[in-house]
């Protein structure tokens, strides 16, 4: 899958994510620092119908947020040194709930996701062009 998209079209382009992957629950992005990552999780939430505020979990490390089909968890592992922290956190126990799970920094801790889980990189093209590929 790759996604090319201006960042004006950023919700449609979040809904064709959300049409190529319709029974996955975990997705890992990653990219580097300002590419794009939270800004697009924003944009998936937004498609999904949650009304409440979508923050970055950087100091939280887990946003909960609540849409018509359940829940949306998006992690934030940049502040973790390992996939203990991690543990301790309670990450480990959200990857498996069953629920959405969108994951930045994934590479913090790699051992922990299920074997499902969705890869993918953000990437900055120009700046207001994206580019996500699985």
């Known amino acids: 899958m790759e996604l090319r998209f201006q960042l004006q079209d950023i919700e449609a382009a979040a809904g064709q994510f959300w049409e190529q992957f319709p029974l996955r629950t975990v997705y890992a992005f990653h990219g580097d620092m300002g590419a794009g990552k939270t800004t697009f999780i924003h944009a998936l939430c937004a498609v999904k119908g949650v009304t409440d505020t979508v923050g970055s979990p950087t ?4 946003n ?3 849409y018509d089909g359940g829940r949306i968890f998006h992690i934030d592992l940049y502040r973790l040194k390992d996939e203990e922290e991690a543990i301790r956190t309670g990450v480990e126990d959200v990857l498996y709930s069953g629920d959405i799970c969108l994951v930045e920094w994934p590479d913090r801790a790699p051992g922990i996701f299920p074997p499902d889980t969705v890869e993918l990189r953000v990437e900055v093209i120009n700046p207001e062009t994206r580019k996500i590929t699985a």
């Open 59 to 62: 100091f939280s490390i887990i």
């Open 64 to 66: 909960e947020y609540r």
